[in-house]
């Protein structure tokens, strides 16, 4: 186990020499004699060269030992012989990379006309997380703060962080933040709606804000010091915008890039600097190709939505971004993983992109929160129309919610979501729909509409069903049951949130007879009634073996490393990990390699 700063630089380096080589070097790298040399940090931060100055780059060895020169830049205050107000480093304000700062529009200005807007952000029933089970698994965990007082972001994210109107942290945010401030690389799994973004995001601003970077090497190149990866261009919007508020007037200039967007809009932006990066995977790919964007100076890596990040729909994607390209290598930069579910196989996964981690359960690992009311209805898929209206009518004579409640309803396919919102239309109800066959624009204005209360139904597809934020979603119906119970637990995450109560309902029947033993036990864990005919079921598909994507072991431990497997994996080392492949086939080789440049997702 490394037991030092250098230990674990060169335990990463002997893995990444241990694994095969990636013959694929991004086009800005290209044509570069292969360099022993370290990065010219050094020459950066002490302005020697300028942002236009190349010959003294020594850039990223693709080949050789990158990272073998000055480690302690990337560690101990990225400083080199720069620092602050040497006029080379990031934060220095002639240095051109914040300049935007004076123009930066106010993030806070749509809140005060939002109509919703509640006096403080502490919702009905905020406190309902406190006794939530905690875990924690790791080396040398920090311990835990109370309050946004004993956390030191600096006075400039603190002023956001009331101008947010948080009182308080949620739990997740109490153990993380402290985990994350302290440099460590953290896998953490808490309930939908309980604050993973400001988690992430605090301990990202704070750290630009007060560490010393080195001058991004050439112009043109964009050189984020943070990128934040997540599955779909809302939540990336989404997040774009969170991490705008919590980074008012602070200097780091937060930009996002994501599919079907115009991208020469988001290469000015690019152009104009970034110290946060919030991307789609696919458009990533995009600009790293395109040689717009170098992840050479990558410190934070965060992965939001990490379990979705890492199947098999993004994982190429992932390991290019990640493994392939020019980012730090784990133990260099800075990796943290957050999601509300976290399947063990993905755990293991998870291995290959972090560094003597911190595990943190907040509640049990894909549980949802009983903050949710749920119900499950047996519904024959031809009833399934007119039980939707009856509930829609329901929900609308009992007007507990006034004009604004909103209802999601999740279904399988988009074409089932472009049918069921005509039909709804048809008989009345204004809705609308959102699925990946949209035009990003008709995908924006849906959304829109939904959260102005414009159009209080929304029909979509998984692609809403993770991240997204959306105030007053009073009730989630799950017309079509998803096949993976996480999936089932994300989109009922889209109400209930921040300790406001919510609805969900699903339309059980034979077709989802699979899923019933993971549904009746995710309801039993949440505290919810679970009907005697659904049990019936359940015990059913468990002597039939039903498949539960978590093994059956859903409900004991939560942190891999602890199960026995992980360990006759060969790996002796619970928590150093720092033998990462062990057990997982050929070093960084768990899934077959990338093989698919220019692959994009559905979802990006
Ligand atoms: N400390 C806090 N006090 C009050 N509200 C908060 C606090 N932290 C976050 N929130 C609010 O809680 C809501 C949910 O936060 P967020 O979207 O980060 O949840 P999440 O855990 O990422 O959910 P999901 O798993 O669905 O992605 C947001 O509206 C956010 O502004």
């Known amino acids: 186990m490394p037991t030092s700063w250098a230990d674990s630089v060169s335990a990463a380096e002997n893995l990444a020499a241990a694994r095969p080589r990636s013959s694929y070097v991004p086009p800005h790298l290209r044509n570069r004699p292969p360099s022993t040399d370290p990065p010219a940090q050094v020459s950066y931060a002490g302005h020697a060269a300028s942002a236009q100055d190349q010959s003294g780059y020594g850039g990223p060895n693709v080949g050789g030992s990158r990272w073998s020169g000055p480690r302690n830049d990337f560690r101990s205050g990225y400083g080199g012989g720069g620092g602050r107000g040497s006029g080379g480093g990031w934060n220095n304000r002639t240095g051109g990379w914040d300049r935007g700062r004076d123009r930066e529009a106010n993030p ?210 992932i390991r290019k971004i990640v493994q392939q390209m020019d980012m730090p290598p784990p133990g260099v930069r800075q990796t943290m993983l957050f999601s509300a579910t976290f399947p063990k196989e993905i755990q293991r996964l998870a291995l290959d992109f972090l560094s003597s981690y911190i595990f943190l359960a907040v509640g049990r690992v894909g549980s949802s929160t009983d903050l949710i009311v749920q119900r499950v209805e047996y519904v024959q898929e031809t009833d399934k129309r007119s039980h939707l209206m009856d509930l829609l009518h329901a929900q609308r004579a009992n007007g507990s919610h006034g004009k604004q409640a909103l209802t999601l309803v999740f279904v399988e396919t988009k074409k089932g979501a472009d049918s069921l919102e005509h039909w709804l239309c048809m008989n009345g109800f204004p809705a609308t729909a959102i699925h990946g066959d949209r035009t990003q624009q008709e995908r924006e204005y849906a959304l829109r509409s939904f959260k102005t209360g414009n159009t209080p139904i929304l029909v979509a597809t998984d692609v809403a069903a993770r991240g997204l934020d959306i105030p007053h979603v009073a009730h989630v119906v799950n017309f079509d049951i998803p096949n993976d119970i996480d999936d089932y637990v994300h989109r009922i995450g889209r109400t209930g949130r921040a300790g406001k109560s919510g609805l969900a309902t699903a339309f059980f029947n034979e077709n989802n007879s699979s899923v019933a033993r993971s549904l009746a036990d995710l309801m039993q864990e949440a505290n919810q009634e679970v009907p005697a005919w659904l049990s019936r079921y359940a015990a059913r598909s468990s002597h039939g073996g039903s498949k539960n994507r978590r093994g059956g072991n859903r409900f004991g431990g939560r942190d891999f490393r602890k199960d026995s497997s992980f360990n006759r994996g060969g790996v002796t080392d619970y928590y150093g990990v720092a033998n990462m492949s062990s057990g997982y086939g050929a070093p960084g080789g768990y899934a077959t390699p990338y093989s698919g440049a220019g692959v994009t997702s559905a979802w990006d």
């Open 108 to 317: 806070f200005a749509d809140d005060d006309a939002e109509p919703f807007v509640e006096p403080e952000n502490s919702g009905i029933n905020f406190d309902a997380y406190e006794d939530i089970p905690v875990e924690t698994s790791g080396d040398n965990v920090p311990p835990p703060v109370n309050t946004f007082v004993e956390i030191d972001l600096g006075e400039a994210v603190n002023l956001n962080i009331r101008r947010c109107k948080y009182v308080k942290p949620t739990p997740v945010q109490k153990h993380a933040i402290p985990i994350a401030l302290a440099g460590r690389d953290l896998m953490a799994c808490a309930q939908t709606g309980s604050g993973k973004t400001a988690a992430f995001c605090f301990p990202i601003i704070s750290g630009i804000m007060r560490g010393q970077f080195p001058r991004p090497p050439r112009p043109r190149v964009a050189f984020p010091l943070a990128l934040i990866l997540s599955p779909t261009r809302e939540l990336s919007c989404q997040i774009h915008d969170e991490a705008k508020k919590f980074a008012y007037q602070t200097g780091v200039r937060v930009v996002v890039a994501y599919g079907g967007a115009p991208i020469n809009q988001q290469l000015r932006e690019l152009e104009r600097g970034v110290h946060i990066l919030v991307a789609t995977p696919g458009r990533l790919v995009d600009l790293l190709e395109r040689a717009r964007v170098s992840l050479q100076m990558i410190r934070y890596l965060a992965l939001d939505e990490a379990d979705r990040m890492l199947d098999m729909g993004f994982e190429p994607q």
